[in-house]
């Protein structure tokens, strides 16, 4: 007798516990020791069940950094949502992108910390089309933190011809570099105090923001 077939709850859950198991093995083992193998045997199944769900283990990488990218913009959204301050709104962003680092490590560090496959190594395979979105999802994130400087920068004579793209991408690299010492303990260890390191950080960024760089 046929087995009946999955629901779309049952076969929501499975794809859903898939990605937890890949995001697993991605995070510890790195990208080139993922495998579907591996995933079905983590997960006590066939890896032919598997490929009913998803196409190959590049599929499932791009799917993961899609749901993260989905969470951090989400997230960064939500945190200028009722600031009308154009400065408060970017120290906002601040604030909630160093939550997401520290409160999604898994997420965060697949996305921004480890080596593995972009875009363009996709590009002329199967999984363009999947790394096209991760791309896209990439970009919609970095285009939004640029609307809400650009909000602050346009008539502010410390800004005079300067890209938000630049400023975006240099406070980011500053942000990154802190989430990285917090995420390793590192912080911890050089100061008994990492929550009054931390707001001193952003402290000091926002006088740096209101001065201008120029």
Known sequence: MARPARSK?????????????????????????????????QMGMTTANLYNYYKNKDELYNVIVIQGYNLLHDELVESVTNTPDALNKIMALFHAYIHFGVHNTHYYHLMFSMDSPK???YIGTPSEDVALIEKQNSLRTLAFVMSVIDEYITDHPGYKNVDSKLVA?????????????????????ADENPTQVIEGILNNLRTIIKRGLL
């Open 119 to 121: 875009y363009l190594d």
């Open 9 to 41: 709850e049952e076969v929501a859950l499975i794809k859903s516990s898939i990605l937890e198991n890949a995001l697993s093995i991605l995070v510890n083992e790195g990208f080139e020791n993922l495998s579907m193998g591996k995933i079905g045997k």
């Open 169 to 189: 991408i240099q406070f980011w690299s500053q942000l990154h570099g802190l989430i990285s010492l917090i995420n390793s303990g590192n912080l911890r260890e």
